[in-house]
């Protein structure tokens, strides 16, 4: 008789090992093949593609050059570099104006670019937060998810929001990284500088400023609209819309046909 209450002792405490370990571990709880759905997959995409989108233009940075020499004789020429990168406040930008007589000036390049660029990352913030709430959601509490007709057309009205605003964010920052690119160019810089419009200095083009990261953060945005609206469909299937319950009419109809058969 020891031996068997020893033994059930055993496996009461083992069991009950166990009951904490899952209370300590709540990825345990976590279903995670459904994150072979459609629905899952997808919030799975939508949280990388935002880390990719707000990423690639938070942390760009270029950087724009010309070379000046104030006469024809001057043998070395002054090379002027000018550093830029995220918010795209250009005119913040400075450099000093070669080829002055008496006190050192500043210029700065031209334009504020940085309405839509801040726009385009505070919306790939968001979209980063709410597709990581949602997926948990969707993982830990999917009867919640499902059961609850509330959480399906939050769900669905919130991603239908965020597909228009990822629109309007990458339409806003594409047509403001074409003027981040117009400003930044040498020839435009060259414009700008005073020396450059005396007769006898040469002024000629240095290394022009590398968009890829710009530009690769700009395709992310308009692919995060069309995930984000493809979503759509897929989270109209879990709302009360899509599942409408059976009517007494139908209910009737398919009565009748197993009667028949």
Known sequence: MPSGTSARAHASAKQTGSGDAKK????????????????????VLEWLFAIFAFGSCGSYSGETS????????????IPISVLFG????????????????GEKRIGHLMGDFSSSAEFFVTMGVFAFLYS???LVLYLRF???????RK????????????????LVAASAWGKGLMDVKTATRPTTL?????????????????????????????????LNFLLWAGNLWFVYKETAWHKQPPNAENALERGEEEERQ
């Open 24 to 43: 300590a571990n709540p990825f345990l709880d976590l279903r995670w093949r459904r994150l072979e759905e459609p629905l899952g997959f997808i919030k």
């Open 66 to 77: 010309v070379n000046v020499k104030c006469s024809g004789d001057a043998k070395d020429s």
């Open 86 to 101: 995220y918010p795209f406040r250009l005119y913040q930008q400075r450099y000093e104006i070669p080829c002055e007589v």
């Open 132 to 134: 990581m709430v949602a």
């Open 142 to 148: 999917h009867a919640f998810y499902t059961e609850n």
């Open 151 to 166: 959480a399906a057309l939050v769900d669905f009205f919130v991603t239908g929001g965020f597909a228009f605003l990822w």
């Open 190 to 222: 060259i414009g700008a500088l005073q020396p450059c419009q005396i007769k006898g200095a040469l002024c000629t083009a240095g290394s022009a400023p590398s968009m890829g990261l710009a530009n690769i953060s700009v395709l992310f945005g308009f």
